[in-house]
């Protein structure tokens, strides 16, 4: 079965870029999709189809998805950015998440 | 505004059967599919299962094929799962979501609702 690998977590600065990658083969052929979840709440989708920004979330949030690695890029990190984010991509028509990386901003 | 609400959820022995119901409102249920996501407190998401705008197209994870059944409604703008012989590793929220794309089985899911809890228990 498919599988996406994210790294369990990630720390960056308040005002600094945070990268999360997602790795899978060849997840450059398929789209991927980002999902962020703070505690206690559903997740929301700030990335879909690799790049594109639903309404309402910043522009700080851009992604990227190329060979084998898909990467959400937060810039100017913000303290309210600090949660668990999914990346999701298909296939053979199951849909597959990563692990979830939790996003600390210290 | 899009809204989905989950119910059904609760506490039950292994083996039992149980109904869970997602009600949506604020868009046009039939022009898109919908999915069945759950997480186990404090782990990651788990696609469950996924139907499209008309029932046509089905899909199920491995670990519930056979025992789950997703079925929806579009006359009452709902969405359901069937879950029978339940187990222990059945525990988890179960999320309703809808696909950002309309008539797309497959893509990204742009509203969650809040979940409904499921605890397989003796």
């Known amino acids: 079965s498919y599988e996406l690998t994210q790294p369990p977590s990630v720390s960056v600065s308040p005002g600094q870029t945070a990268s999360i990658t997602c790795s899978g083969d060849?997840?450059?052929?398929?789209?991927a999709h980002w999902y962020q979840q703070r505690p206690g709440q559903s997740p929301v989708l700030v990335i879909f189809?690799?790049?594109q920004r639903p309404s309402g979330i910043p522009g700080r949030f851009s992604g990227s998805n190329s060979g084998n690695t898909a990467t959400l890029t937060i810039s100017g990190t913000q303290a309210m950015d600090e949660a668990g984010y999914y990346c999701?991509?298909?296939?053979?028509?199951?849909?597959?998440f990563g692990g979830g990386t939790k996003l600390t901003v210290l | 505004e899009v809204q989905l609400v989950e119910s059904g959820g609760g506490l039950v022995q292994p083996g039992r059967s149980l109904r869970l119901s997602c009600a949506a409102s604020?868009?046009?249920?039939?022009?898109?599919?919908m999915h069945w996501v759950r997480q186990v407190p404090g782990k990651g998401l788990e696609w469950v299962s996924g139907?499209?705008?008309?029932?046509?197209?089905?899909g199920y994870a491995d670990s519930v094929k056979g025992r789950f059944t997703v079925s929806r409604d579009n006359a009452k703008n709902a969405l359901y799962l069937q879950i029978n012989s339940l187990r222990p590793e059945d525990t988890a929220l179960y999320y309703c979501?809808?696909?950002?794309?309309?008539?797309?089985?497959?893509?990204?899911?742009?509203?969650w609702g809040q979940g409904t809890l499921v605890t397989v228990s003796s």
């Open positions: 979501s809808k696909v950002a794309l309309r008539i797309t089985m497959a893509g990204a899911f742009d509203y």
């Open positions: 604020g868009f046009i249920f039939d022009d898109y599919a």
């Open positions: 060849r997840l450059g052929d398929k789209y």
């Open positions: 999701q991509a298909w296939d053979s028509r199951i849909a597959v």
């Open positions: 139907i499209s705008w008309n029932s046509d197209n089905i």
């Open positions: 189809q690799d790049s």
